[in-house]
């Protein structure tokens, strides 16, 4: 997205210079996604030799997010305990291979269990830090924070020209994309709007579900379509370019054009597969019970945020996170007083 696209989609700048916001601006933030990140590209020790990239790595990069889409509530979600039960019981092999081995190639960490034990110490450190600030931390049992997410990313929105920003690397979030909800992308350190899902990925973000479903996630041990290839996706499909389709109206354009490919006949010979695999993808219906949304609703009703700018501090100098963060007293009261409502 160029720089003016940005600006506009930002609400601009008043000519005063001073911030002019139509609506809220909700800024959720995938917790571990930013973590993990930050822990495996910051190769910083303390004095004492304990490893502080992922922890100062972390808030440094929420107060540039916040700076940078000036939000009106900040959302930080993180999986909660037994995340994966759900989907797993749908698929056994799922995320199977994730955090098989070290993240690092640092002489910091001699092995892959010194690492597991630093990212534990850190995550949990972040947690503490975050109940120091006007920025919601949420996690459920048995929940994703992909569901939790999603579910904000739409109910949060009560007027038409609010936005909710989703913070994560993760591809999963473009199908959630529309003109009121757009996904930051880190690592290309770009916005994600349906334009740009369109022309990235040349399929509309309503698609994108179906994208994904048919050539399936690695990085999730989700199995495609045997022989199906992006080129040849969109051959076959090109409905995915023009149109919102649905997974029937999928399945009926593959019996219409049966005996024009292959391909075709093999979607509906695994359609049982494809279905269960749209299911556990599918963040438009995330895997949330009725209980879950009562107390995302609830958590989304509180107004009464709390900020300990000095025990925020009193925990920095603890840690010895030094320059992590420059002049760490007057960043973090620019950054977070003005969440608390007057």
């Known amino acids: 997205m160029d720089k003016k696209t940005l600006i506009s989609l930002l609400n601009n700048i008043s000519e005063k210079g001073e911030e002019t916001v139509e609506g809220e601006r909700f800024l959720l933030i995938d917790g571990l996604n930013l973590f993990f990140r930050n822990f495996s590209m910051i190769n910083m020790v303390n004095p004492e030799g304990a490893h502080i990239g992922g922890l100062g790595g972390f808030f440094r990069s ?14 930080v979600i993180f999986d909660g305990k037994g995340s994966s039960n759900n989907r797993k019981n749908l698929l056994p092999e799922y995320k199977s291979n994730r955090n098989t081995g070290k993240l690092t190639n640092w ?5 892959s269990e010194e690492e597991d034990h630093s990212k534990i110490e850190q995550i949990t450190r972040i947690i503490q830090y975050l109940r120091l600030l006007p920025v919601k931390t949420l996690s459920l049992d048995k929940v994703e924070a992909d569901d939790i997410i999603a579910f904000l990313s739409k109910t949060l929105l009560t007027s038409p020209k609010d936005k909710s920003f989703i913070v994560s690397s993760d591809k999963d979030y473009l199908q959630l994309v529309t003109d009121q909800i757009v996904v930051y992308r880190p690592i290309e350190k770009e916005f994600y709007t349906k334009e740009t899902v369109l022309t990235k990925f040349k399929v509309l973000s309503e698609n994108f579900i179906i994208y994904k ?3 399936g996630d690695k990085s ?8 199906l290839g992006e080129k ?7 409905e995915l370019y023009t149109h919102p389709i649905t997974l029937e109206e999928l399945f009926s354009i593959c019996e219409e054009k049966l005996k024009e490919h292959v391909i075709y006949a093999r979607i509906l010979q695994f359609e049982n597969d494809l279905r269960r695999n749209y299911r556990i993808m599918n963040l438009n219906d995330p895997m949330l019970d009725n209980e879950d949304k009562v107390f995302l609703k609830e958590e989304i009703s509180k107004k009464d945020l709390r900020f300990y700018p000095k025990e925020f501090i009193s925990l920095y100098e603890q840690d010895q996170l030094g320059g992590m963060i420059r002049n760490v007293d007057i960043w973090v009261e620019s950054t977070f ?3 608390i409502k007057k």
């Open 62 to 75: 929420l107060g540039s997010l916040i700076n940078q889409i000036h939000p009106t509530q900040v959302y």
């Open 107 to 111: 002489d910091v960490f001699s092995n």
């Open 213 to 215: 479903t048919l050539l």
């Open 220 to 227: 999730d041990d989700i199995q495609g379509i045997k022989g």
């Open 232 to 238: 040849k996706l969109f051959k076959l499909f090109p």
């Open 337 to 339: 007083k003005k969440f």
